[in-house]
């Protein structure tokens, strides 16, 4: 079964509102939480890293502002986008990193397409 | 900085054959963890493989295995038996350090290949 559950799969929002993605981790606690992006036909790129109780680390070119990340728990993170605009539409998945649960295994939430309109 | 490099934008097998994505990596790092996952077009990330930098032999799962050859820094995917299933984007993916010891960073993605399996 799924041990990473990531809401909404797909939303579709209007220009300057904000959007809400969660990512829980189901059966381990999630110490670090890595947030992805991935424009269409492109690959997945890191957009930043968060540890529990503590803020956020972004990459380069992400703005922290508009891209809120809290992990107030070992089992869930949100990202949220603020003020999006239809530049900002793109699928964007979490990773969550802990105890693995089997083997050597990262795993990824089902991810969440956004459209900004 | 880690790099990975796919240089296969696009591959077609014929259902039932076998098929090889290449993927290269570059990294001055010792320790680290390479990975294919299958990404289908809802999106989802499937994990496939998992080879370990000081893993002694090459990972097999299944129908999914690596070839693994650090001296030239790969580590292709092979898929034996393609089905029609199988087509879907394909990403080489690397981590520093290990999982298994909770260490480990991020994953550095390359580009992808398309495979299309044909009947």
């Known amino acids: 079964g799924a041990v990473v559950s990531q809401h909404p799969s797909r939303v579709i929002c209007k220009s300057g509102t904000s959007v809400k993605i969660e990512c829980r981790s189901l059966?381990?606690?999630?110490?670090?939480m890595f947030w992805y992006r991935q424009f269409p036909k492109q690959s997945l790129m890191l957009m930043a890293t968060?540890?529990?109780?503590?803020?956020?680390?972004?990459e380069q070119g992400v703005e922290k502002d508009k891209f809120l990340i809290n992990h107030a728990s070992l089992t869930l993170s949100t990202l949220t986008v603020t003020s999006a605009h239809p530049e900002d539409s793109s699928f964007y998945i979490c990773?969550?990193?802990?105890?693995?649960?089997?083997?050597?295994?990262?795993?990824f939430g089902e991810g969440s397409w956004l459209t900004v309109v | 900085a880690q790099k990975i490099t796919q240089t296969q934008p696009g591959m077609f097998v014929q259902e039932k054959e076998a098929v090889t994505l290449d993927c290269t990596y570059d990294?001055?790092?010792?320790?680290?963890?390479l990975f294919w996952y299958k990404q289908p077009s809802s999106g989802e990330m499937i994990f496939l493989i998992y080879?370990?930098?000081?893993?002694?032999q090459n990972a097999t799962e299944g129908r999914y295995s690596l070839n693994f050859q650090k001296a030239r820094k790969s580590a292709n995917l092979v898929i034996s038996a393609s089905q029609l299933g199988d087509s879907a984007m394909y990403f080489c993916?690397?981590?520093?350090?290990?999982?298994?010891?909770?260490?480990?960073?991020?994953?550095?993605f390359g580009s992808g290949t398309q495979l299309t399996v044909l009947p």
């Open positions: 990773s969550p990193l802990g105890q693995p649960k089997e083997g050597n295994t990262i795993y």
């Open positions: 059966d381990f606690q999630a110490t670090t």
């Open positions: 968060s540890n529990e109780g503590s803020k956020a680390t972004y």
């Open positions: 990294t001055s790092d010792p320790s680290y963890g």
């Open positions: 080879q370990g930098s000081y893993d002694q």
């Open positions: 993916a690397m981590t520093l350090s290990f999982i298994s010891s909770g260490s480990a960073r991020q994953l550095t």
